[in-house]
């Protein structure tokens, strides 16, 4: 089944403490993307990737960090967590460019930094 | 800036009334747009797409939606809501003017009473 796996689904976690929330598709598409959805915001993009090891900023990308070494992987990195950070992170990913034809989300990730 | 703006934070509906979820954009230039419906606890899911042709589209669920091009809107429509049709929707545009990147709107929570 084609799919975007995110893990973990949920995670509590106190301010400071590195996490990562992984991504990955198996659909071989070349471009992928994280959004944090916040309630009255709708989402808003943090990082996306064109492909490997080609990544670059979206909207709101202060205080988060990706990587992009394999065609299906594109972890999101926070190095030092803070309660601002709270929110509601969707992986997705498309077979063309920054998603002009729509994208397969992953099931989310709820983080809660306290 | 470019911007995607949806009309309503939030609608109530009883089962069986109609539905029209307002949406409109900013960009220039040609544009894809979408609208996708995220069900409680749930990832975003694709309800119809419009590239190009009929401005008519039909989606998933008895959803359509029109592209009115002078008036920069794509509203969402269905004759007759459910109460399993309770969910958020997002509306999103991408533009060839902005490197194809897909920008979501606020977001339209949706409440149908039964």
């Known amino acids: 089944e084609a799919q975007v796996t995110q893990n973990p689904r949920y995670l509590i976690t106190v301010t400071g403490k590195k996490l990562t929330v992984t991504c990955s598709q198996n659909?071989?598409?070349?471009?992928m993307s994280w959004y944090r959805q916040d309630p009255g915001l709708g989402l808003r993009q943090i990082y996306y990737?064109?492909?490997?090891?080609?990544?670059d900023k979206g909207d709101v990308p202060e205080g988060y960090k990706v990587s992009r070494k394999e065609k299906r992987n594109f972890p999101l990195i926070l190095e030092s967590p803070s309660p601002n950070q709270t929110s509601l992170y969707f992986c997705?990913?498309?077979?063309?460019?920054?998603?002009?034809?729509?994208?397969?989300f992953g099931s989310g990730t709820r983080l809660t930094v306290v | 800036a470019q911007s995607v703006s949806q009309h309503n934070h939030h609608v109530i509906l009883s089962e069986a009334a109609s539905l029209e979820l307002g949406c409109n954009y900013s960009?220039?230039?040609?544009?894809?747009l979408f609208w996708y419906v995220q069900y409680p606890g749930q990832h975003l899911q694709l309800l119809l797409k419009?590239?190009?042709?009929?401005?008519l589209v039909k989606g998933i669920k008895g959803f359509e939606a029109e592209f009115i091009k002078s008036k920069f809107s794509f509203n969402l429509r269905k004759p007759s809501v459910q109460w399993s049709d309770t969910a958020e929707y997002f509306c999103?545009?991408?533009?060839?003017?902005?490197?194809?990147?897909?920008?979501f709107g606020q977001g339209t929570e949706l409440s149908v009473k039964p």
């Open positions: 997705a990913s498309s077979s063309q460019g920054q998603g002009a034809y729509g994208y397969t």
């Open positions: 659909m071989n598409h070349e471009y």
């Open positions: 990737s064109m492909n490997v090891e080609v990544t």
């Open positions: 960009y220039g230039g040609t544009v894809n």
């Open positions: 419009y590239f190009s042709g009929d401005p």
């Open positions: 999103a545009v991408s533009s060839y003017n902005q490197g194809g990147k897909l920008i």
